[in-house]
């Protein structure tokens, strides 16, 4: 399997690898605790939360590991009740009996991990949902445009939009058959008679 380095500088160049899914939430927490990484571990309450068959995953662990799980579930559970998130947690660890001792510092590791991962889950969240509203913006802008602008009228208008200089034969182009247009789109009055007529054409077709 490649290595993590050359994935990440393989999608840097917008080359993807397609790699098989996990079937099931137990299956990640169990690769998570395989791959006996203190540093990927801090992830498994983003996973936990989710619920999981804990008599499945635990028989397939040796006693270090599902000692490793049983500290994960019950920071993880912590975690969940100082942020108000349902989860199974609880139930599992009274129905199994986990007894687990742990820092603050240990906790502080895991929570600060699981906030940042959160956050930034948001954050991409929030960008999908800024570029989905910009693009049916431009949508709605480019249909406007192609009704009231020829194919080169809009090229030109896009160059002084991104700041662009216009040629000389566009600067005169642009005066001569942009301009006024802009102007009368513009123009407060004509909106006003066009709101009219729009609302006066819906009462007439009723």
């Not at 510092?105 to 959160?118: H, L, P």
């Amino acid at each position: 399997m490649p290595s993590a380095k050359l994935i990440k500088a393989l999608e840097k160049e917008g080359f993807f690898l397609e790699f098989p899914e996990y079937y099931s939430n137990e299956e990640i927490v169990f690769e998570i605790l395989k791959e006996d990484n203190p540093r990927i571990t801090l992830c498994l309450p983003l996973f936990l939360r989710k619920g999981i068959d804990y008599k499945t995953i635990s028989s397939k662990l040796n006693p270090k590991k599902k000692k490793e799980l049983n500290r994960a579930i019950a920071i993880s559970d912590k975690i969940y009740k100082k942020e108000k998130i349902e989860n199974t947690l609880s139930g599992i660890i009274k129905q199994n009996r986990i007894k687990v001792n742990f820092s603050e510092q240990e906790f502080k590791e895991f929570y600060d991990s699981f906030k940042e991962s959160r956050a930034r889950l948001k954050e991409n969240e929030q960008k999908i949902i800024e570029k989905q509203s910009k693009l049916r913006l431009n949508l709605d802008l480019n249909k406007c445009m192609s009704v009231l602008f020829s194919p080169a009228k809009i090229k030109i208008m896009e160059k002084i939009f991104n700041h662009k200089l216009l040629t000389n034969t566009e600067l005169k182009y642009y005066y001569k058959s942009i301009s006024n247009i802009n102007k009368a789109v513009l123009n407060p009055n004509l909106q006003d008679y066009l709101r009219i007529i729009e609302i006066t054409k819906k009462i007439a077709e009723k």
